[in-house]
């Protein structure tokens, strides 16, 4: 069977680099995203910085802008008494702010050569020695650690720059985020730039069916879509505690707790009880009942109780609940609500699976699509196959006993349940089409993959456009649908993670010019 899913991109990158799936601050006056941007674009007299400990500075490059945990910036050079230093850079308001946020205890920040902000609140940095291996600042940490304070070296007034930033536009604007490959992509002719990006989405999930494939042979379909489905919820900060619940409370275990005939309505409430319970955060005794409506003291009262009475049935230890992050995401994203929301999907597909489920109404629209000769585009109400609305306490709140919502809000939306089909359903799928050696199967969803618009646009998309395509319209234009996407993602984390964003050490712009042109 000749597969409908490319492999060539895995062939050609396989010399050149290992492919991998990467998958309450205090209230300030000035946001620390101000700063962030005025760093980025420079917007500050070059001529004359300095040190807040005296010596002479050079910006040689301002870093690339962070999109995930650690330090703001990274790969900053920087040119201190005409010395060049390479690594990571923080932003802040203050100064201070570098202890308050807990950063020299925090291994991300391990590589953060230079911390950068508005105000100098504290002692002021000695100048850096050599000839000592440890810097007091940083304890247990080695080498060097310069300190820039911007307020003075300011180009406008700090209202002026605040009022004339585009804040929706950062972090594309930089110049310096164009990478080298830009370049010599936009020479090719758009075809092999198609395929490029066509061949390279293929390879994302290939690599991504390789990593569910022994999972499969050893839980099964429905127990591995389960982890998978969890994991996609917590995604990014919560991804490995979701997978962890779904571990902890299988889908085996779950079918025992339910009553047989329970309705729907019921099987999701009992869902919730064990899975908030299991993870931690079923401490709802705890709230005031003074602060909540009668029918919301019964929601918890009854969600108390269930989880009191599973939880020596179900014979597992819950998680620690330091283990969920709710710092940096939005608060419709907290773990409360994806986890009921992952208890409704259960609760309507617990007894035919959820990966049959989809699995079956998939077929039946990709059967359409088949008798047309596969002109047919796969029906867009497909990828809002895990939409959950917002039901229930859960749609106008965000945590136990918290301020009520405005409007209610969806406990999984289209963007979501969109990245749930290409991460999670593709992979797996792809693996069950191969087992039951499925050529129909395989070429619809090689469909479904290449018949969407693409995801919501995000900062990560938009930067790697900018990045890679280098702000070229045409070749944004290509990026039309998930497996172009997907491809761009897969060259970014083949090439520039792996090269720490640093394009002077990427083999990438001379690959394509030897091999592509």
Same mark, same amino acid.
């Given at each position: ?175 310096? &985020?164009?990478?080298?490959?830009? /370049?010599? *992509? @936009? ?6 730039? +198609? =395929?490029? #990006? ?38 990014? &900060?919560?991804?490995?505690?979701? /997978?962890? *619940? @779904? ?6 275990? +779950? =079918?025992? #707790? ?260």
């Amino acid at each position: 069977m000749v597969s409908p899913f490319i492999d060539d991109y895995i062939h050609f990158t396989k010399s050149f680099s290992k492919i991998t799936v990467q998958e309450d601050e205090r209230e300030l006056k000035v946001p620390e995203k101000v700063v962030r941007c005025i760093w980025n674009d420079q917007l500050v007299d070059a001529s004359k910085l300095e040190t807040t400990a005296g010596e002479s500075l050079e910006v040689v490059f301002p870093g690339y802008w962070n999109f995930g945990p650690g330090p703001d910036f990274k790969s900053a050079a920087i040119k201190v008494n005409g010395r060049l230093y390479e690594g990571d850079l923080e932003i802040h308001v203050r100064s201070g702010d570098w202890k308050a946020h807990g950063h020299s205890n925090n291994p991300d920040f391990d590589n953060v050569l230079f911390h950068v902000f508005l105000w100098q609140t504290g002692p002021v940095a000695k100048p850096f020695d050599p000839g000592i291996k440890t810097d007091e600042r940083r304890p247990g940490q080695a080498g060097p650690f310069f300190e820039l304070e911007l307020k003075k070296y300011l180009t406008r007034g700090l209202l002026d720059l605040s009022e004339n930033l585009d804040f929706d536009s950062y972090p594309i604007m930089n110049q310096f &985020n164009h990478g080298l490959c830009h /370049r010599p *992509l @936009a020479n090719l002719p758009r075809e092999k730039l +198609l =395929r490029l #990006l066509d061949a390279a989405g293929d390879a994302r999930i290939l690599v991504k069916m390789d990593r569910f494939h022994d999972r499969v042979i050893v839980n099964g379909y429905e127990q591995t879509f389960y982890e998978g489905v969890a994991e996609a919820l917590g995604y990014p &900060n919560n991804k490995k505690p979701f /997978r962890e *619940l @779904a571990e902890r409370a299988p889908l085996e275990a +779950l =079918r025992k #707790l339910l009553p047989r005939k329970a309705s729907e309505e019921e099987r999701a409430l009992r869902i919730q009880a064990i899975l908030l319970g299991v993870a931690g955060l079923a401490n709802f005794s705890a709230l005031d009942p003074e602060d909540l409506e009668p029918e919301e003291r019964s929601y918890f009262q009854r969600l108390d109780a269930l989880w009191q009475s599973c939880r020596e049935r179900i014979k597992v230890e819950p998680l620690p609940r330091s283990c969920w992050k709710f710092k940096g995401i939005r608060p419709a994203n907290y773990p409360y609500r994806r986890i009921v929301g992952l208890s409704h999907l259960l609760a309507q597909r617990l007894k035919s699976g959820m990966f049959f489920d989809f699995m079956k109404t998939f077929q039946q629209a990709a059967s359409a699509t088949e008798k047309k000769g596969y002109t047919l585009k796969i029906p867009k109400t497909l990828y809002d196959y895990f939409c959950v609305p917002g039901v229930g306490y859960w749609a106008t709140h965000y945590t136990p006993g918290g301020k009520r919502l405005k409007s209610p809000q969806n406990l999984i939306g289209s963007s979501r349940s969109s990245e749930i089909i290409v991460n999670i359903v593709m992979p797996i799928a792809l693996i069950h089409a191969r087992a039951v050696k499925s050529s129909n199967l395989e070429i619809a969803l090689n469909q479904l993959y290449s018949s969407s618009r693409g995801g919501a646009e995000n900062h990560k998309m938009r930067f790697m456009k900018y990045y890679i395509l280098g702000d070229n319209a045409d070749m944004i234009r290509l990026v039309a649908n998930d497996r172009q996407r997907q491809g761009l993602m897969q060259v970014y984390q083949d090439f520039c993670t792996q090269n720490s964003n640093n394009c002077l050490r990427c083999s990438f712009p001379e690959v394509i010019r030897q091999f592509l042109t």
